[in-house]
């Protein structure tokens, strides 16, 4: 067990709707990143949140969106869903800035029909 | 950019030892490893940072040139518990943000 938690933790969803994914760092980290997995393909890089302000984007699509809350938990926001979206979604945790281990939740399992 | 991991993919037989190689195009900064077992969360195994600081895990060690910039993880006396996907994970530019590989896939057989 990592110490970061997901919620849900399955997700099953039709095309063009919205859901919100929750990400609970491990105690103590002030930053929280986003990754998406599609089906046995690798890591993709999100988005970045560091104490509430983001640092870095990766390949987030618009129809995608994240904030972190002064608690530091963090939600990944996807609307107009598409087939194409279902895929594992992980969030991280580190102490500090992307140098540092990031630790992985369990993921979101996201289903599009 | 993504760094490039090989093999893709490699079977060994239990007690048998591998070598997974990831190498990048950009001065790196850090190299990350991690196994991901099927559909589960990645697992932290070892950082390695620039200047040869380096932290381990059971029987797996590994190696950062810096000239090169490239990585090896080495596994040895494979166990069946080794079976997953691995990927290596690199820190490059002022950005300072982790790039992942494609993974490498490990089968540990009886």
């Known amino acids: 067990d990592s110490g970061v938690t997901q919620t849900p933790k399955h997700l099953i969803t039709a095309t063009g709707q919205r859901v919100t994914l929750r990400c609970s760092p491990r105690?103590?980290?002030?930053?929280v990143y986003w990754y998406q997995q599609s089906l046995d393909q690798g890591l993709q890089f999100l988005i970045h949140?560091?104490?509430?302000?983001?640092?870095a984007k990766g390949n987030i699509l618009e129809r995608f969106s994240a904030q972190q809350f002064p608690d530091l938990h963090s939600e990944l926001n996807l609307s107009s869903l598409e087939l194409g979206d279902s895929a594992l979604y992980f969030c991280?945790?580190?102490?500090?800035?992307?140098?540092?281990?990031?630790?992985f939740g369990p993921g979101t399992r996201l289903t599009v029909l | 950019q993504q760094p490039v991991q090989s093999p893709q993919a490699v079977i060994l037989r239990e007690g048998e030892d591998a070598v997974i190689n990831c190498s990048s195009s950009?001065?790196?900064?850090?190299v990350h490893w991690y196994r991901q077992k099927h559909g589960e969360a990645p697992v932290f195994l070892m950082i390695?940072?620039?200047?040869?600081e380096q932290k381990g895990h059971e029987k797996i060690s590994a190696s950062f040139n810096e000239k090169k910039q490239q990585s090896s993880l080495y596994l040895t006396a494979s166990q069946l518990s080794y079976s997953g996907t691995y990927f290596c994970?690199?820190?490059?530019?002022?950005?300072?943000?982790?790039?992942f590989g494609s993974g490498t896939q490990l089968t540990v057989l009886p």
């Open positions: 991280a945790s580190s102490v500090l800035l992307g140098t540092d281990t990031q630790y």
């Open positions: 105690s103590g980290d002030l930053s």
């Open positions: 949140y560091y104490n509430g302000e983001e640092r």
């Open positions: 950009k001065a790196l900064y850090s």
């Open positions: 390695l940072l620039k200047g040869g």
């Open positions: 994970g690199t820190v490059s530019g002022s950005a300072r943000q982790l790039t």
